[in-house]
């Protein structure tokens, strides 16, 4: 069974400009997201996916595997369609180039054990909220899950309401996630619905469309870099770990 990992690199993210160059220690984001990726000793390859030339030579700097996608896409999970045109595979594992904390165990969860033939195949990460700052984000995904452990729904906003009870545990989406090549051509396919263009959220595209999304919970401290807040909070974090670890990159 092959699986692939793909990273996707956009430089002009409209929220933080050359997000995948951010410098951390010395070291580009999506040199740290790459780092801890490989690790997966089950991937077969791993790839930065970019539509950018300034990403691409500090990837060849770097020595990172990359290919080159198109600059029409609005989506990574578009991008990963592109790559899956040239690169055969049963899985393809997409982890967003801005989780430079992601832990390859996590990683590691989502990975499906048997090869899925003839239908739909799309798992996501998802961890418990500890902060209720983050319930209200935006940039936080919350997800509500069925009894089967398949996404409900995905908002920007704190979902559920809390209208009878605060005993609730509310979760988040990581950037991680599993398709197979028919889930990648499914959405390709198949137009933006109402809820997915008020929320801004891919997934929901499976959702509006009746396809399953299995949900994977994980303990995780993970942090997107979504802003140059969330970056200076990251590099506290890395900091912090190369001290206990004696500097060691």
């Known amino acids: 069974m092959k699986i692939v990992a793909v990273i996707p690199a956009r430089y002009n993210s409209s929220r933080f400009l050359a997000k995948p160059l951010a410098d951390i220690f010395g070291k580009p984001m999506i040199w740290w997201v790459y780092e801890q990726v490989k690790k997966v000793n089950e991937f077969n390859e791993v790839y930065v996916a970019t539509d950018d030339d300034r990403i691409a030579e500090i990837c060849t700097k770097y020595n990172l595997n990359y290919i080159m996608t198109s600059t029409a896409h609005g989506t990574s999970t578009e991008r990963l369609f592109e790559v899956a045109q040239s690169i055969g595979a049963d899985y393809y594992v997409c982890i967003n180039g801005d989780e430079p904390l992601i832990d390859p165990e996590i990683i590691r969860r989502i990975l499906p054990i048997n090869k899925t033939e003839n239908e739909i195949y799309v798992a996501n990460l998802m961890s418990e909220i500890k902060n209720p ?112 670890g004696g500097g060691k990159q």
């Open 133 to 244: 700052v983050e319930a209200v984000d935006s940039t936080n995904i919350k997800v509500v899950v069925n009894s089967k452990g398949y996404a409900m729904f995905m908002s920007r906003s704190p979902i559920p309401y809390p209208k009878s009870s605060m005993d609730f545990s509310y979760k988040k989406h990581l950037g991680v996630l599993v398709y197979n090549y028919l889930a990648l051509e499914f959405f390709n396919n198949t137009q933006r619905n109402a809820v997915e263009k008020v929320e801004d959220i891919n997934e929901l595209r499976f959702i509006e469309n009746g396809e399953k999304i299995k949900m994977i919970e994980v303990v995780a401290d993970t942090l997107s870099v979504d802003t140059p807040k969330d970056l200076e909070k990251v590099i506290a974090i890395i900091e912090e770990r190369l001290q206990i």
